[in-house]
Nanobody, 126 residues
């Protein structure tokens, strides 16, 4: 029904930046809210950001607020997560995910996704 391909993860030094991308394809892509999640070994999965179908509503977890920025380009069916000020505690596998929310004004990072990307690894280390 919907397919997501996430990419952009890499090894980066503390204080560095990365931009993750999520290309979404399938039916009614622009009817869906998109979120980013991460999971590190030994820790629970954490929802960190989301963006509404229109791109006008966003939300962030306290752990990444003021450092990460989510955006979407519906013409390209792509969602981005710009990450700055990366620290070792940001090391995790990052996943994008989608849920159908056509008329949502504000998104919820705890909303349960229906579709997932395969994930991309971000490692922050010197």
């Amino acid at each position: 029904q919907l397919q997501l391909v996430d990419s952009g993860g890499a090894l980066v030094q503390p204080g560095g930046s990365l931009r993750l991308s999520c290309v979404v394809s399938g039916v009614a892509v622009d009817y869906h809210t998109i979120g980013w999640f991460r999971q590190a070994p030994g820790k629970e999965r954490e929802g960190i950001s989301c963006v509404t179908s229109s791109g006008r509503g966003t939300a962030y977890a306290d752990s990444v607020k003021d450092r990460f920025t989510i955006s979407r380009d519906n013409a390209k069916n792509t969602v981005y997560l710009q990450m700055g000020g990366l620290q070792p505690e940001d090391t995790a596998r990052y996943y994008c995910a989608a849920v159908r929310r056509r008329f949502q004004v504000n998104c919820d990072i705890q909303d349960e996704p229906a579709y997932w990307g395969q994930g991309t690894q971000v490692t922050v280390s010197s």
